[in-house]
């Protein structure tokens, strides 16, 4: 039985590691926003307008306490998650946890190349992007660096980038097992 957690700020490649590290580790993969926005048959930002922060946050504890008792799964957090209640003890207490770091100009970078809405970023001009990263990560950190494996992932951006990172993740996941 294993579960593994990815965790860290938006953008930084939680979903697309996510995906392929479960396939190479034959594990199911859940994306906990995915997992969220199917059971309430809303996207997370419906979520965030309707409900507020605070009770999205309670849907977002709910469906982690869930997730974290399946079995052989990857799970990939929002990047918030992690941050609220007592969710990081939860992650580290059901598996490995596993923070996807990159730094603010390399996720304003990548955000503004994503296709997905972030309710969080939605009235942000392009030059408060990197100082609201920047001041963002700074609150959140002290969560992230909670997880028991810290994994640097600045310049990931070919395809093949996104491989070496995936072996070298998985790699130290086998490392810290043995």
């Known amino acids: 039985m294993e579960r593994i957690f990815l965790i860290g700020y938006m953008g930084c ?7 392929r590290l479960a396939r190479k580790l ?8 995915a997992h ?16 507020g922060e605070e009770a999205f946050r309670r849907i977002e504890q709910q469906a982690l306490l869930e997730v ?4 052989d799964v990857l799970v ?16 580290n207490r059901a598996g490995v946890t596993v923070y996807i ?7 304003a970078a990548r955000l503004r190349a994503s296709k997905t809405v972030r ?13 609201f990263i920047r001041e963002h990560l700074a609150e959140r950190e002290r969560y992230y660096n909670k997880a028991q494996i810290i994994f640097p992932t600045d310049h ?23």
């Open 36 to 51: 969220i926005q199917n059971n309430y048959r809303k996207t997370i930002a419906e979520l965030f307008d309707e409900k």
């Open 13 to 19: 490649g939680k979903s697309t590691i996510g995906k």
């Open 156 to 178: 990931m951006i070919t395809k093949e980038e996104i491989h070496l990172t995936v072996d070298a993740i998985a790699e130290r996941l086998k490392n810290r097992s043995r």
């Open 76 to 91: 990939s957090t929002g990047g918030g998650a992690p941050c609220f209640f007592d969710n990081m003890e939860v992650m």
């Open 119 to 131: 309710p969080i970023l939605s009235k942000k001009k392009p030059e408060e992007l990197i100082p």
């Open 68 to 71: 974290a008792d399946f079995e």
């Open 26 to 33: 034959s594990l199911s993969f859940i994306d906990l926003d």
């Open 101 to 107: 770091k990159a730094e603010p100009e390399e996720l």
